[in-house]
């Protein structure tokens, strides 16, 4: 092992980890230039993808990394019943689910009423929103600003939104957690479902102590006007960029 890599994995990964959460290749690169060790960024990449392997440094998603082993699951199945539903009546309907219920883990104050949001094509709006109605849930369309009052948490109080074409999710129908903690920004925004402050919290601890695709979320974040700051509570400690 030359001396830069061996440099690399056994001094500077483990002092950027011990640092911050999170960090991005950048970051790696400051730092070996700060060292003076030379490395050219395709051998970086590769030597980066070796500690990957070698489970010194985890993939962080888009340029970024973390130490933190175990990646964030967020349990399905406080929605799980919407999906299946969904599924079996719409097939081919491109949709995602997530509930606020899924953030409790990481909550301070512990939720005691939820709101289900569902994604869906826009032209599936009404369709789907009819069809939940009918299976007696609580449904609002779409609501703005000036429907904000109507919406009320509760075990039957589902919320439809249009599917954001640039919104990160996986093969299934669950919002993954990149999605929720922007979405929830937003919402908490929107329809003052949570305090914002109480959301950057929430998303600071569940970021800290379960591994995130930060790269996607920051990614999500911009398309959706929102900054780091918007969506953590303390950002800088999290991330070192």
């Given at each position: ?36 060790l030379e490395i050219k960024d395709g ?20 340029g970024w990394y973390s130490g933190i ?85 509760g075990d039957k109080a589902i919320v ?82």
């Open positions: 092992m030359s001396g830069a890599r061996s440099s690399l994995c056994s001094d500077l990964l483990p002092a950027m980890k011990s640092k911050s959460p999170y960090f991005s290749m950048d970051a790696v690169r400051g730092l070996l230039d700060e060292k003076g051998t970086l990449r590769h030597y980066m993808s070796d500690a990957m392997a070698q489970g010194i440094v985890h993939d962080a998603g888009r082993k175990e990646p964030c699951k967020l349990d399905p199945k406080p929605v799980k019943k919407i999906v299946k539903l969904l599924e079996k009546e719409f097939p081919l309907l491109d949709f995602v689910c997530w509930s606020t219920q899924q953030i409790n883990p990481w909550m301070h104050h512990i939720l005691s009423k939820f709101i289900t949001f569902v994604n869906v094509e826009k032209d599936g709006l009404s369709t789907v929103s009819d069809f939940l109605r009918g299976r007696g849930y609580d449904v609002y369309s779409n609501p703005g600003a000036d429907r904000v009052s109507e919406v009320r948490a439809i939104r249009p599917l954001n074409s640039v919104a990160p999710h996986h093969d299934s129908h669950f919002s993954p957690p990149e999605a929720v903690l922007v979405d929830l920004c937003v919402e908490a925004q929107a329809l003052h479902i949570i305090d914002p402050g109480e959301s950057k919290d929430m998303a600071q601890s569940l970021a800290e102590t379960s591994r995130i695709s930060l790269g996607t979320l920051l990614y999500y974040a911009d398309k959706r006007e929102l900054s780091k700051d918007d969506v953590f509570a303390e950002p800088n400690t999290l991330m070192e960029k």
